[in-house]
């Protein structure tokens, strides 16, 4: 492997990831920030993605919590981590056009990241209202645990 | 509504809550057991539900803990709940025939519950791993808030 | 009560509160700051808070990051609430001067609020290194429960 | 040091670690049972352990939880180990002669640990209430992080 196949990657890499991701695909989610300690991923809201009072089930809001604190954490860490764990608190029921969950590293050392996450719901209108926050870790995958 | 409406769902109930939701429609989840205190939800794993690596995406155990976790509640409460928020470890990667969340109620009262959810992944043999934890929470929908 | 009495503590209300805990009287901790979404608490290092290795307690922090996260969410809530949970992540072990807890309002309803905290230890030369991050929530005391 | 000196603590062991922990010296916790997978921490309540409305600080039972899992996971892990982040969901006011903090191993890999505890408010006359519940995780002291 190069050094810079090792190093942090970029957006375009970031992408090639989540493009490799086959429940991402299902979701439909994109990567549209990807860089030093942040990123954010959006999904488009189509029926197959809510509950059943209509509003974006909250598996949805999840996933989109795990993965984008995921990939804020691969910013620092490279792309070689897995997320130890997270917490999520549900603010509203979340509708609307989209689903914005914009994340960013709040320490990171060598092998460890904490990351925070906030996610919006976004309306055709471009109005955002903020329905979950979360916090979560990843590490860099340990060959000798 | 009747008063029968308005108490614990039965199984057959709780399914057709389940099957309301388009996004576990689309995860493939089932409920094998809905009792007093306790839900099980099992979701067979098919290629769409992994990430790059092969293995169940974070974001799926992250669902099955989510809905989980707000079907024991259910048990407790009632169907007219949100879930308040939830935490998630996870142990180590899932792979096998399928994820089972088996969640149990730790505390109730009449307008809140706590549960706990522990995440295995079964192979083909029937062998359970332990492959994530959560703690959350679910309260009853309040028309006045 | 007075009108005013039912409104959001000032910083003189609060420290008010805060004196009125003896368990904050015991670790010796001060209210810094108190303002609309925010509330900063320090707590000077001596050594009955310490652990075996000479940092800060994990259960300091616990306390600091708790307390802090509750004082904040009075700020949009008033002073008749409770803490309902939290997630804290230790980053590094805790040396200094004193411990600084900053927390701010993610999301505040008339009920409830969603909190976010950091915690620094601080040296004599007024250095801070970030050393916990928590996120937690808190809601009105809520009579008919 | 001795292979011994690596291994499990006893109980009579980890009572030293704990004496050696000034802050738990202060709080007044003792540990009254240490065995594989599971401990079991008291704090006897006194004026100074309270909040404004004479129940336990939230602050007292997050030590609690917080010690508890950590000497839980020390039953795994050995003692040279530090708490890496917690959950507590506080379910009701705690009052009482005493808490008590049963704390169990989830699962144990070589170097890290998930745990979760209870939180027992506990009377004069032995009636045990349950006031709070946490998730929590350690790992093994890595020199070279």
Do not use: W
């Amino acid at each position: 492997m190069s050094e810079e196949a090792a190093g942090i990657p970029t957006l375009a890499d970031a992408r090639k990831v989540l493009a490799s991701q086959p429940f991402s695909v299902l979701i439909g989610a994109r990567l549209v920030e990807y860089e030093s300690g942040r990123a954010v991923l959006e999904i488009p809201l189509r029926p197959e993605l809510l509950q059943q009072f209509g509003f974006a089930h909250g598996g949805v809001l999840a996933y989109a919590a795990d993965n984008a604190l995921t990939f804020a954490a691969g910013t620092a860490l490279g792309s070689s981590i897995v997320t130890t764990g997270m917490t999520l608190d549900y603010l509203r029921p979340a509708s609307g056009a989209l689903l914005r969950a914009v994340a960013a590293v709040v320490s990171a050392g060598r092998r460890q990241a904490l990351c925070r996450c906030k996610i919006y719901a976004v309306t055709d209108d471009a109005t955002e209202k903020l329905c979950a926050a979360a916090q979560g870790s990843a590490r860099v995958i340990d060959s000798n645990r």
